[in-house]
């Protein structure tokens, strides 16, 4: 099929929750040209069966099983490198769209050709706003989080700036990293820089891919209030223990430290990477003791990972 949008859908046993993201791309794309490329991350769920099943008469959706868990940016490319729409719409799999969302998004790219990827408002369940823009990592913040400071110090510096806490989501701007929930990109964007860097597993490739259009000065990237996505955050992500988690945050932070700062910020995260691992067993255990707050058992871990890249 010729479609103007390509949803690009990466599922990791969240059979239930991506059933219902397509459920609202089929109720609300309208008279949109719409494919929606489903890549399942060998789940253990039942997830590829009910999505067949589920869709088998929507022509529309494509169900990719992908044979192991590829991460995240691969598991994108993997859908990207299949679809063929002018936009590429990536989503997270504990998203839902709304009756404007595809319609206003793709309007606004037409009209607005200076612009890479546009970032729609994200929207809590009970329609809270979910703030989504962060600044691009430094060593500076990336070192408070790694050494838990921000658990016991409120209104640090260095996490204020990361976390863009001045932000206002009320204005249409242009933004340095929105989170990766729900980015709608101009395909030739993707072509051209490869899509996403598959040496990241989890956490990071989007913040990468990100930096590469950003420090193209022709290129930019747009938070636009005007239309939003529910997003439930963190479910698949949850599912991973605190130490793997810490591991495969580590890995990836030193991969993007490597590829985008300063020598000397590489090497001063990768000081701190021991101290990590041991801090995050202590932080468990105060969560587990109710001497923290734990936020999984409010949203999941991608919750605390997109907002402080860990716990």
Not at 189 to 205: A, K, N
Not at 223 to 242: D, E, I
Request: proline share 4%; hydrophobic share 40%.
């Amino acid at each position: 099929m010729n479609a103007t949008i390509s949803i690009v859908i990466v599922n990791w046993n969240t059979r239930d929750l991506t059933t219902r993201c397509i459920q609202s791309i089929k109720e609300h794309k309208g008279d949109l040209s719409v494919e929606a490329i489903v890549v399942d991350n060998d789940s253990s769920d039942g997830s590829e069966a009910q999505f067949r099943e589920v869709f088998a008469k929507d022509d529309w959706v494509t169900v990719i099983q992908s044979g192991a868990n590829l991460g995240f940016g691969k598991g994108c490319n993997v859908g990207i490198k299949r679809s063929r729409a002018t936009y590429v719409f990536i989503l997270n799999p504990d998203t839902e769209v709304f009756e404007d969302t595809l319609r206003t998004l793709y309007s606004y790219m037409e009209t607005h050709k200076e612009v890479a990827i546009v970032a729609p408002k994200l929207e809590n369940p009970d329609g809270t706003l979910q703030e989504s823009i962060r600044r691009f990592p430094t060593a500076n913040d990336q070192s408070v989080i790694l050494l838990k400071l921000h658990h016991f110090v409120k209104n640090l510096e260095p996490i204020e700036r990361y976390l863009a806490t001045d932000f206002n989501y009320t204005q249409e701007a242009d933004v340095e990293q929105p989170m990766g929930a729900a980015l709608f990109f101009r395909r030739s964007v993707l072509t051209e820089l490869g899509g996403f860097d598959e040496r990241y597993f989890l956490w990071f490739e989007e913040v990468d891919l990100l930096k590469q259009v950003h420090d193209r000065k022709d290129w930019k990237i747009r938070y636009l209030p005007t239309t939003r996505v529910l997003h439930h955050k963190g479910q698949s992500f949850g599912q991973l223990r605190a130490l793997k988690e810490q591991h495969i945050l580590n890995t990836s932070m030193l991969k993007y430290f490597a590829k985008n700062r300063p020598p000397e910020e590489y090497f001063l995260i990768l000081a701190l990477m021991p101290v990590s691992y041991a801090l995050a067993v202590g932080v468990q255990f105060l969560e587990w003791i109710n001497i923290l707050p734990n936020p999984k058992k409010r949203a999941g871990s991608k919750e605390v990972m997109e907002s402080t890249e860990t716990n």
